[in-house]
């Protein structure tokens, strides 16, 4: 391993080609037998939407565990399909709670700045959707005005 790849290393490891045809709950409880033998699992993230299908974030309390399940659970075949294991991006912030080096508060403020960050970004994506619609109906009224106009000629 190279001193670049041991930098990333972390106890959150992302794991994609998992079994897109799985039910989420029955996706993290077969993620959690699996991978609960190499450690202590805080979290385990999985969500059915199309971006993130295929797609799970587990989450030790040591990074040891992290590293053994790595070694170990790399390419192997689950649930039909062999997993790429690697270091997540960042550290899981449930993680950095367990390590002291964020607040329960602050890790509460993160998620509620994110949510709120979230429902801007929705909020404004209804708001142009429900512009657009204004739109094309006062196109469709001019339209049929036009047409009108057109046919009393």
């Not at 033998?37 to 799970?56: D, N, T």
């Not at 989450?59 to 390419?75: C, Q």
Request: net charge positive.
């Amino acid at each position: 391993m190279t001193s670049e790849d041991e930098s990333k290393e972390n106890e959150t490891l992302y794991v994609k080609r998992l079994n897109e045809k799985i039910k989420i709950d029955e996706l993290k409880n077969a993620l959690m037998a699996l991978f609960s033998q190499f450690g202590e699992v805080v979290m385990i993230r999985a969500r059915s939407s199309l971006k993130m299908r295929g797609q799970a974030f587990i989450t030790f309390k040591d990074i040891e565990n992290a590293k053994e399940a790595k070694n170990k659970l790399d390419n192997v075949v689950f649930l039909g399909s062999p997993m790429i294991i690697s270091y997540a991006k960042s550290k899981c912030e449930c993680a950095l709670v367990e390590q002291g080096k964020i607040t329960k508060e602050e890790k509460a403020q993160k998620d509620l700045n994110r949510k709120r960050k979230r429902d801007e970004y929705y909020k404004a994506m209804k708001e142009s959707i429900e512009a657009k619609k204004a739109n094309s109906i006062k196109e469709d009224i001019e339209m049929k005005e036009q047409i009108n106009k057109i046919q009393e000629k």
